[in-house]
């Protein structure tokens, strides 16, 4: 499967209280804080959820880092703003 986001895409990202499956969001890399990443949400439990990447083969997710507690989400990504060509919400 192709990755929904690709690198050097521009992301709008809203600060949200609930989380649903499906939801595209952005947060710290629990390896490398340094570094933001963006994931699906796949299952919400009661203050945690479960990550996967699009690009199943190759993604580094809840599969090796675990579930995520949500106050460790910096938001949902809301749209994409750059490239130009690319922008909209991202399926």
Known sequence: M???LSEGDHLLVGHIWHYRV???VALRDP???QRV???RVVAVRREE???RGDNIETSTDSR???PVPMKALMGKVLRRYWPP???GRPV
């Open 49 to 51: 959820v479960l990550l």
């Open 37 to 39: 990443i963006v994931k």
């Open 64 to 66: 090796e880092f675990g």
């Open 22 to 24: 499906g939801d595209i």
């Open 85 to 87: 060509d690319r922008s």
């Open 2 to 4: 192709e990755p929904t």
């Open 31 to 33: 390896r490398n804080l």
